[in-house]
């Protein structure tokens, strides 16, 4: 019996401990190495020859364009899972956290990632929009593909949103 209970309370411990493991320290500015585009195989220089990991892709649109979409945010930061950078809104709206995402890929990795949609007319050739997804493509830079993703509680304005910030950051790229 004396055995028994020795046994209990080690694995009493024992899950507790893995338990504390798995949640981690509860710093949540600390990535993982799964969240970096090596670790899924994606290419960490893109086709110009930067680092998506760097500044850079949060200078595509200015503080200013990003505010009159989703308002106040977090002044934006590089994104592994779209590649670029993300700006949060500050507060939710809704319920709903808004963003805006922006990228400059390499064509492999824009196919890998990109939600292709209808081609969009009155811009650049090759331009397409995904509705459900409020992303929106087109060809730019030798080779390589800029994206604007719009996420909003509501679709109203979406697409006309990602084509105005598309069209600011084609002049920077």
């Not at 649109?61 to 670029?84: C, M, R, W």
């Amino acid at each position: 019996m004396k055995t028994l209970r020795r046994f209990t309370h080690a694995a009493i411990l024992g899950t507790v401990l893995a338990f504390v493991a798995a949640c981690g320290s509860g710093n949540s500015d600390v990535s993982s190495p799964a969240d970096h585009p090596s670790a899924i195989g994606l290419p960490t220089v893109n086709a110009g020859g930067e680092d998506p990991g760097s500044d850079e892709s949060c200078k595509f649109l200015t503080q200013e364009e990003v505010a009159s979409a989703i308002g106040p945010n977090d002044g934006g930061k590089h994104d592994y899972t779209f590649g670029g950078c993300v700006w949060v809104a500050s507060s939710a709206k809704d319920g709903f956290s808004e963003a805006i995402y922006a990228s400059v890929l390499p064509k492999d990795q824009y196919e890998a990632v990109a939600e292709t949609g209808e081609p969009v007319s009155g811009f650049v050739e090759g331009a397409t929009y995904a509705t459900m997804h409020g992303e929106l493509w087109f060809p730019c830079r030798e080779g390589d593909y800029c994206g604007v993703k719009v996420r909003t509680a509501s679709s109203d304005g979406r697409e006309e949103t990602a084509l105005r910030l598309a069209k600011a950051m084609q002049g920077r790229v």
